[in-house]
Nanobody
Framework: QVQLVESGGGLVQPGGSLRLSCTSSQITLEYYAVGWFRQVPGKEREGVSTMESNDGATEYADSVRGRFTISRDIAKNTVYLQMNSLNPEDTAVYYC???????????????WGQGTRVNVSS
């Protein structure tokens, strides 16, 4: 079973920033499409941002474009989600996932982390 580990969540005030990390000790993330998703209780999981494996092309949900940035450090086998200008609507559990093809559809992904909680509140 592939394990993905997210970290970096926490409590932040509106307008603040957080950087989430996703890593794995079992697979090389560079060879997979990696996606960040988020979910709040009672709602469907929402695609936030994705990165292709080969050329590193990125995609963002309209709700986060211009505020969030996905990136990767190949040497550290880590994918990041830099989140700026956070607002209370960004409060959710954030998950990273890997699959063969990138996209904001969660069904495209095969392996998921356990999630890291982000709470944007004053």
């Amino acid at each position: 079973q592939v394990q993905l580990v997210e970290s970096g969540g926490g409590l932040v005030q509106p307008g603040g920033s957080l950087r989430l990390s996703c890593t794995s000790s079992q697979i090389t993330l560079e060879y997979y499409a990696v996606g960040w998703f988020r979910q709040v209780p009672g709602k469907e999981r929402e695609g936030v941002s994705t990165m292709e494996s080969n050329d590193g092309a990125t995609e963002y949900a309209d709700s986060v474009r211009g505020r969030f940035t996905i990136s990767r450090d190949i040497a550290k086998n880590t994918v990041y989600l830099q989140m700026n200008s956070l607002n209370p609507e960004d409060t959710a559990v954030y998950y990273c996932a890997v699959g063969a093809w990138a996209g904001l559809d969660s069904s495209e992904y095969d392996y998921w982390g356990q999630g890291t909680r982000v709470n944007v509140s004053s």
